[in-house]
Nanobody, 117 residues
Framework: VQVVESGGGLVQPGGSLRLSCTASGFTFSSYVMSWYRQAPGKERELVARITNVGGRTNYADSVKGRFTISRDNAKNMVYLQMNSLKPEDTAVYYC???????????WGPGTQVTVAS
């Protein structure tokens, strides 16, 4: 199982970024895909998740209405569209893959998102 994030960078407050996660080495459509983030000095937190069946989504309260997770099973890709970015969104963002009912997740190396003027 391998996942690799891309699309991070520096953006001004109020701006947008789209993160991408490229998956390989597993049956992508069978896996729950998630985005986590970790800011300096803070614990890692779940940002958004999309299920393998039905594509149901859930979000952290702090990003609801601003972030959208989506997946393309034909391309083995998962995305995180981030709008109305705030300085507190600054963090390293990680993509993960998990095949239910297993609990262990496979992690990517992360991509840095910095929101600053």
């Amino acid at each position: 199982v391998q996942v690799v994030e891309s699309g991070g960078g520096l953006v001004q407050p109020g701006g947008s970024l789209r993160l991408s996660c490229t998956a390989s080495g597993f049956t992508f459509s069978s896996y729950v895909m998630s985005w986590y983030r970790q800011a300096p000095g803070k614990e890692r937190e779940l940002v958004a998740r999309i299920t393998n069946v039905g594509g149901r989504t859930n979000y952290a309260d702090s990003v609801k209405g601003r972030f959208t997770i989506s997946r393309d099973n034909a391309k083995n890709m998962v995305y995180l569209q981030m709008n109305s970015l705030k300085p507190e969104d600054t963090a390293v963002y990680y993509c993960t893959a998990r095949r239910p009912p297993a609990t262990m997740e496979s992690w990517g190396p992360g991509t840095q998102v910095t929101v600053a003027s």
